[in-house]
């Protein structure tokens, strides 16, 4: 079976994406079904290009067993449309320009994060990036949610019988 290619997006690439990135490997891993991704991380703007996450993201990320420090940033490309079959937008700002720099073909590929998270109770996970530790805390909260609700739906359709005609 392919795997699923996934790719999470934020602004900078150094704590909320790494994060979703490293959230989401876990809860792969707890349900045996790692082998079956492809998972990458990549930002809007190449300004932390080739840096690790921000300490803070992976301090937050550590307390929750999660290590991330070997994540490296890089920009998202056009090349990555193609790649993967599902581009993940931390939030709307991220979602807007994903979708504007896709090609037409590849669009529908774009979805915002939270949406596979309907109980979060909002579409955005806040950056994180100008405030305290909780702000972080606040982000891995949302993103586990998402991430357990993506999984899910991805595992579904698998199990899903194809349609005749289909
Ligand atoms: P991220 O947070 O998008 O969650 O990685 C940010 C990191 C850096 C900047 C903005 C947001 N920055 O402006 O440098």
């Known amino acids: 079976m392919a795997k699923h290619r996934l790719l999470f997006v934020c602004l900078g690439n150094i704590c909320r994406s790494p994060m979703a990135e490293g959230v989401f490997r876990r809860v792969a891993e707890e349900e045996g079904v790692l082998e079956r991704f492809e998972i990458d991380s990549a930002g809007m703007g190449d300004w932390h290009a080739g840096q690790a996450p921000d300490t803070r993201a992976q301090a937050a990320a550590r307390n929750r067993g999660i290590d991330i420090s070997g994540q490296s940033a890089r920009q998202v490309t056009l090349a990555d449309y193609a790649r993967f079959d599902l581009l993940l937008a931390m939030d709307s700002s991220n979602y807007e320009e994903l979708t504007q720099l896709a090609p037409k073909k590849a669009r529908h590929k774009v979805r915002q994060f939270l949406d596979f998270a309907p109980g979060a109770g909002t579409r955005d996970v806040p950056d994180p990036f100008y ?8 982000a891995l909260n949302l993103i586990e949610q998402a991430a357990r609700g993506l999984l899910v739906e991805l595992l579904n359709d698998e199990a899903k019988p194809i349609k005749k005609g289909a």
């Open 131 to 138: 405030g305290g530790s909780e702000g972080f805390d606040h």
